[in-house]
């Protein structure tokens, strides 16, 4: 299956959550590969990045600057998704990297 992404792209989407509403709520086929947040840092540091992420641990963990207050549509960039291993509601913490999960989003297809 082909990918609409370019994986080589220099904008890059960091996100703490997913929603079909990205896509303009068209069909979608997509592929959640994860990633080291080693990794990620690289890409952060390399790469045109645009982040929502509002909890300020994550930011700081991945030194990032201040989110986008906008809402995410996806317009063929590069998605990387950051979340808490173990999800926790209305809890301010400062998560270690062991507490992070990174994945990839593959966007393979949109009807």
């Known amino acids: 299956m082909e990918k609409i992404n370019n994986p080589n792209t220099n904008k890059i989407v960091i996100l703490n959550g997913f929603s079909?509403?990205?896509?303009g709520h068209r069909n979608v086929v997509i592929e959640f590969k994860r990633i080291a947040l080693e990794e990620v840092k690289k890409m952060i540091q390399s790469g045109q990045?645009?982040?929502?992420?509002?909890?300020p641990g994550t930011v700081k963990l991945l030194s990032l600057s201040n989110p986008n207050s906008g809402v995410y549509t996806y317009n063929g960039e590069r998605i990387?998704?950051?979340v808490l291993?173990?999800?926790s509601?209305?809890?301010e913490a400062e998560p270690s990297?062991?507490?992070l999960v990174c994945y990839e989003v593959i966007v393979h297809k949109i009807e």
Request: neutral net charge; charged residues 15%; without cysteine.
């Open 20 to 23: 079909p509403s990205m896509f």
């Open 49 to 55: 990045v645009v982040h929502y992420i509002r909890h």
């Open 80 to 82: 990387i998704m950051v």
């Open 85 to 87: 291993n173990t999800p």
């Open 89 to 91: 509601r209305g809890q």
């Open 97 to 99: 990297a062991e507490d």
